[in-house]
């Protein structure tokens, strides 16, 4: 897993995912508006391949609706939970006191979930041992990459940082507000639960509520 922080800005990578559906919206005879891609009225009609403009609009479409409503949701959560537990220690389990686990788990709880499992007692098992641990019947999990644009995650989610964290036991934390470049989480350990900014370095990736 490369640990170190992403070199790609925002705006390199929006140029890149613009180019690239601005490419087949136009070959299809659609075209660019500023804010967003919009198929221009009558164009696939116009167009000498209707069927490609007419599949892309379908393929881009069908689930981007089930997956806004997704995220609004796990918005919220994050949300509720921010709004419960910012300031307060939070210690789940009795143990080693108000552990970075222990905000992770509450945020399970507090959503009817079991508390999220490590499988060896580090906040890094949560994610390295997700085959195994029983997190994947709740949790879907996403690692993180340095090249796909879509590998952000979101308000929500779990993050999980590797060993170079948390004197080898890593660092897990709630995701509030992600883009490519930074991530905004409620942590706890140092501390009571607080919001903090991070770039990317040590982040192995996160995982989303099923
Ligand atoms: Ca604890």
Redesign the pocket.
Known sequence: MNSTARTKTTQTITTSKTTAKAWTLLAAGALAVSGGLVAAPGAASASATPHQAEHSAATESADPAEEVAQVASSADAAQAFRDKWEGSYI?????????CW?LVAQYAIDNGLPALATGDGAAAGIFENYDTNGNAQYWEKHVNSTTDPDSVPKAGDVLVWDRSWGGGYGHTAVVLEADWNNVTVLEQNPGAANVSTYDYSGVMGWLSMK
């Open positions: 210690d789940v389990d009795g143990y080693y006191g108000a552990q222990d």
